[in-house]
């Protein structure tokens, strides 16, 4: 067993926290944030860059203009990232959209990927819908097989990335009922296609979703990723390394929240003393700290898991996500408490880091949906 | 020792529905159904007010002789119950809650006739200045001076966390007057004029976008001494006086007990693989563990109102019910966002705005979850943050 990083990995890690010192350094990052009070178009100088950088190559194979690499090259990635509250929409397009293309067709492949790497090719996920507890097998929209042609109808909530995405990957239900893994259809859809429409909304976390309403949208059968009514193991596969992803994102913003919370009882003083010094406050700091590193060794062994292809991989992926939201959910409530009045203005970043925990818990289901799934894995 | 209601309390209930009914508005509806914050919207909250004052019912929980109803305090409780059920935006508390009470009890006779009836009809507009930038949960270390000049004091510091100061045309505020000694004794409290030449406001943004706190400075502003409330540097006295209002006065139980029915019925609605949420063991354990909690925190409500209408003062209690009510309110907004998952993501404070008429993505009952979630961790810190609370229970109550 190790857990150290090889050499490839640490330059990736390097290169990306230097990225978020060098262009998200803390104020004017916030800053960022506190003007994102209404859409913003997708920033693409950053996303340019993310591009020459390489990242978005990461996933993908040689010939598509990829770098060949995994879970774990995603995680180091996503992790350094995460402290700097970025807004791009790596996940959506890179790993969720990235990872049922590189597994589709090779015509798909090529008609996508190469511009995916290149950042000329915006993706997202539509899965989730209103009043549906989120699991891919809730899933309720139908789409209907006429002759050769598939026609979509129905509504998807809260997809991220879905103002801005060229092209959706929609889950919906070519037979069966909800709660049923079989009957689930995965389809390249394209975002501007007659009867899709799109309400952009902002989200908590300061990035920005759509509700997307398919009116009897009409696709080609080849449009199709994996087989009709088969596509449960796909959007599984997936969606378990997106819930990696937003969870090395997530402990990201997992260390800042500590690292400023202390920092900060540090040097507020109160009675003649800095609040760091009361044991009271200790204790939490101590139980914070034990938090987020527990997080971080779910992080790694839901990752490694993966990365190896373990029988008990998605039971460490529930574990992990699970461990994030409630862990999320202590750590952001503590740093608020401890900061006092400050940990509830807009001004500090604090509240940001709050708010994108809020997010990673409340997408792709909540820990009470994780901790559910693992009690039946 | 029962629970049995008076007869003439019997008809009390409908009395007080029959009066929601014809007396509110559809905007005064709307505003409380948009409150994301215990500080609702402001215009709507103080027409809200208006209408009960006219009706005599603006202070339930001041004495008959300044303005109160001289209700029980089984009638006060259906009378919060009633109001939070029909979603009235609750009345904002600086004026009603805090200074009202404190010049009731520490006032002098000549404060009371001026300030008590425009509290109640609304023309003062409080706000509270007791936190500075070095003084949050030590309050008593406050810096802002008051030095003596002739008939007036000239202010010289800054207030922060002065919710809605910026609606505000009065302050009272803990000010310094004295810097020897022990920093409690030294400390004088204050009634204010918000137009007063010297006096600059800036608005606090909130995790909500709202900006519902601000931070006041005072450069030579010019308080007659008049205006002082109790003895110089006896101002101390008068806070904890008022605290334990501000503490023990609210009653969060009504409240809560509104939002989890609603939290159950959201939960109706949501659909997981076998069935609705509701009826998911998992969910039902813990709204039941609130719901629990709640049901305890109405009777120590009940407990402490009964002791206060007795003429007693509940003194930690009051810090009690802070810590209680508080830390539900927060674990209740957080059952919501559970029960709501990506639909609480949804970001949109646009559409709180009354009035503002914007379209709402998403289930309409989903869109206060978040911000309310967040708004309510301020909770825990104003008004003397929890961990002072429970430092006051273990010296004052336990003795430690």
Not at chain 1, 66 to 95: C, D, F, Q, R
Not at chain 1, 266 to 283: D, N, V
Request: glycine share 10%; net charge negative.
């Amino acid at each position: 067993m190790n857990f150290q990083l090889s050499e490839e990995q640490q330059m990736l890690a390097d290169s990306a926290k230097r990225f978020v010192r060098d262009h998200f350094v803390k104020s004017s990052d916030v800053e960022k944030h506190r003007q994102n009070k209404k859409l913003m178009p997708l920033d693409q100088a950053t996303w340019q860059q993310f591009a020459e950088l390489g990242w978005l190559a990461v996933p993908f194979d040689e010939q598509h203009g990829g770098l060949g690499m995994g879970v774990l090259e995603t995680m180091v990635l996503l992790e350094a990232l995460g402290e700097g509250l970025i807004m791009a929409p790596y996940i959506a397009t890179v790993v969720l959209g990235g990872g049922f293309l590189r597994r589709a067709s090779a015509e798909q492949q090529a008609q996508t990927l190469p511009a995916l790497v290149e950042g000329k090719r915006q993706l997202a996920f539509a899965a989730e819908e209103y009043e549906r507890v989120f699991s891919l097998e809730n899933t309720a929209m139908t789409a209907r097989v006429n002759g050769s042609e598939i026609v979509l109808d129905g509504t998807k909530a809260c997809v991220m990335n879905g103002d801005q995405a060229d092209q959706l990957i929609v889950l919906a239900r070519t037979a069966g009922q909800p709660g049923d893994r079989g009957g689930l259809s995965l389809f390249l859809v394209d975002a501007n296609a007659d009867g899709v429409e799109r309400l952009a909304h902002r989200t908590v976390d300061g990035r920005q979703g759509a509700e997307i309403r398919f009116n009897n949208v009409t696709v080609p059968e080849t449009a199709c990723i994996g087989a009709l009514g088969d596509g449960y193991a796909l959007a599984h596969t997936v969606l378990m390394e997106g819930l990696l992803a937003l969870s090395a994102e997530s402990v990201g913003s997992l260390s800042v929240l500590l690292n400023e919370t202390v920092e900060y009882s540090k040097t507020r003083k109160q009675f003649g003393l800095p609040i760091g010094k009361f044991q009271a406050l200790q204790f939490r700091m101590a139980d914070m700290f034990i938090a987020m590193e527990q997080t971080r060794s779910l992080l790694l062994a839901a990752t490694l898991k993966t990365a190896e292809g373990h029988d008990d991989a998605a039971f460490a992926v529930h574990a992990m996500k699970a461990q994030l939201g409630r862990a999320g959910r202590k750590i952001a409530q503590e740093a608020i408490q401890i900061h006092g009045g400050m940990g509830m203005t807009d001004e500090l970043g604090v509240g940001h880091y709050v708010k994108r925990l809020s997010a990673a818990d409340g997408l792709f289901g909540n820990a009470d949906v994780h901790l559910a799934a693992l009690a039946r894995t | 020792m029962d629970l049995r209601v008076p007869e003439q309390e019997k008809s009390f209930r409908e009395e007080v529905r029959t009066f929601l009914q014809e007396s509110l508005t559809d905007d005064i509806r709307q505003a409380g159904k948009l409150s994301t914050s215990v500080f609702a919207p402001v215009e709507q909250a103080m027409a809200w007010q208006r209408i009960l004052n006219d009706k005599g019912w603006a202070a339930p929980h001041w004495p008959k002789a300044y303005g109160g109803t001289g209700w029980s305090v089984s009638q006060r409780a259906i009378f919060a119950e009633e109001l939070v059920r029909a979603e009235t935006p609750p009345l904002i508390p600086m004026g009603l809650h805090m200074c009202g009470p404190c010049l009731i009890g520490c006032g002098s006779e000549a404060q009371q006739q001026e300030y008590l009836p425009k509290i109640l009809n609304g023309e003062h507009f409080w706000c509270q200045g007791y936190s500075e930038p070095g003084a949050g949960s030590d309050l008593a270390s406050l810096k802002t001076f008051a030095e003596k000049d002739g008939d007036d004091y000239i202010l010289n510091g800054t207030k922060i966390w002065t919710t809605y100061a910026h609606h505000a045309n009065k302050m009272f505020a803990l000010v310094r007057t004295n810097r020897d000694g022990k920093p409690q004794q030294g400390i004088t409290f204050l009634l204010l004029d918000m137009d007063l030449p010297g006096i600059t406001i800036e608005p606090i943004v909130g995790l909500d976008e709202v900006p519902e706190q601000c931070q006041v400075f005072f450069d030579n502003v010019r308080v007659p001494q008049k205006n002082r409330v109790g003895a110089e540097n006896d101002g101390w006295t008068v806070a904890k006086y008022l605290l334990t209002f501000e503490r023990g006065g609210q009653e969060y139980a009504p409240g809560l007990n509104v939002m989890l029915e609603k939290i159950r019925l959201m939960a109706e609605k949501q659909q997981t693989v076998s069935g609705p949420l509701k009826n998911d063991p998992v969910w039902q354990h813990k709204l039941a563990a609130l719901e629990a909690d709640v049901l305890a925190l109405e009777f120590t409500e009940m407990r402490i109102k009964s002791a206060l209408s007795a003429g007693k003062d509940p003194g930690a209690l009051s810090s009690m019910t802070k810590i209680l009510g508080t830390e539900l309110l927060q674990k209740v907004t957080e059952l919501r966002i559970e029960t709501l998952g990506s639909q609480a993501v949804i970001w949109q404070p646009q559409v709180l705005v009354p009035g503002a008429d914007q379209p709402v993505i998403g289930p309409e009952y989903a869109m206060t979850a978040m911000p309310h979630y967040l708004n309510s961790r301020a909770c825990s810190i104003y008004g003397g943050s929890n961990e002072v609370q429970r430092g006051i229970i273990a010296k004052a109550v336990l003795g430690l």
